[in-house]
């Protein structure tokens, strides 16, 4: 509620400056500066990994591009710095507008944009490499130490982490899926602590945090798809009759017409997709939330510095106050992708005692 509130309050400011500032010069932008870019950037996925920015000069991390071209039928390798600042090289370039702004396109023989097959090393999946190396880094020690000796005390980080396993193992999975629970634990452990970790990473402001990786609907549309699968695989031949063939549902919604069935069947669907969007919705949201907050600085630098310093002290705190509730929100949304992946996985593997 609050997060939606400050949302609210954040496009507000946004809409009333922009409309006192079109009124007094009639520029769209502030000074140069335009909020709406400035806001889809931050969020979006790129090619170069900024740093920080020293005057008009970006300090950046370039990256691999790797394209396959559909008009030439030849894969192209090469660094993401050939392309800065509107450049081409071998014919790609990244348009600054339209459909494809900030996405790699080539030109046909008519002129038109064109997306080569993209298997580029961007910002989110080098941030995912690096949130997969911290993962490996903190378990594989913490897994050899119990291998060695299994009643050993925690110690250090790892006292930190094992309630948090033991809370996943008892209150997760075995509450929702049963007896059968060890088969899914490595995923769930794995789907918790990678999200968990990436919404963290995600709320730091410098490298190699920033990235928007569990705010990109790709990453969260494969985990999703991940339980869908184990879903499906699982299922037993009473979850399945109960789809299909509901002994509780009476005949007449099930012949001629297979209602509750197609209803039942869509419900198959929709529950993945719901688990891609709701956590897709809730880090983007928060990135743009806090991204909003520092665009009014200098919105209102526009009106002058006195305006500037004034906002700038309430744009401080609500960012510093919503990366506090986000810090919240990583745990939330981990925990609720988690539970609700165990909870299919359950449901799959019914029988009739259930």
Not at 138 to 150: C, E, G, L, S, V
Not at 270 to 283: D, E, Q, S, Y
Not at 341 to 352: K, Q, R, V, W
Request: aromatic share 16%; charged share 15%.
């Amino acid at each position: 509620m609050v997060k939606k509130i400050s949302l609210l309050l954040a496009f507000v400011l946004v809409f009333v400056s922009g409309a006192l500032a079109q009124e007094s010069n009639g520029d769209e932008t502030f000074k140069g500066f335009d909020p709406g870019r400035y806001i889809v950037d931050e969020v979006l996925d790129h090619y170069e990994w900024e740093i920080f920015k020293i005057k008009n000069t970006d300090v950046s991390i370039p990256l691999p591009v790797i394209v396959y071209s559909k008009l030439r039928h030849k894969f192209y390798a090469f660094c993401s710095c050939k392309l800065r600042e509107g450049h081409k090289y071998k014919g790609f370039f990244i348009p600054e507008d339209g459909k494809f702004r900030g996405r790699i396109v080539e030109l046909d023989a008519q002129g038109n944009r064109v997306r080569p097959i993209d298997l580029s090393i961007t910002k989110n999946v080098l941030a995912i490499w690096i949130s997969v190396l911290i993962l490996f880094w903190i378990f594989i020690p913490m897994a050899k130490r119990y291998q060695q000796n299994p009643l050993s005390p925690p110690k250090g980080f790892h006292a930190l982490l094992e309630p948090l396993i033991l809370f996943i193992r008892d209150d997760i999975a075995k509450t929702n899926i049963g007896e059968k629970y060890e088969k899914y634990l490595p995923y769930l452990l794995t789907l918790f602590f990678f999200i968990f970790l990436n919404n963290l990473l995600g709320l730091l402001p410098f490298f190699p945090g920033g990235a928007n990786v569990t705010g990109n609907l790709a990453v969260t549309g494969v985990m999703a798809t991940f339980t869908f699968v184990i879903t499906t695989v699982s299922g037993t031949k009473h979850y399945w009759k109960h789809i299909f063939w509901n002994p509780e549902v009476p005949w007449w919604l099930k012949v001629p017409i297979p209602l509750m069935p197609l209803v039942e069947l869509t419900g198959v669907f929709t529950k993945p997709t719901v688990l891609m969007i709701r956590l897709f919705a809730n880090i983007l949201g928060g990135h743009i939330v806090r991204v909003t907050f520092i665009t009014l600085i200098f919105i209102f630098a526009a009106f002058g510095v006195a305006a500037a310093y004034g906002v700038s002290i309430i744009s401080v705190l609500f960012v510093v106050f919503i990366t506090f509730l986000e810090m919240l929100v990583a745990f939330i949304q981990a925990y609720v992708f988690t539970i609700l992946s165990a909870l299919y996985f359950g449901m799959a593997l019914e029988t009739d005692e259930h």
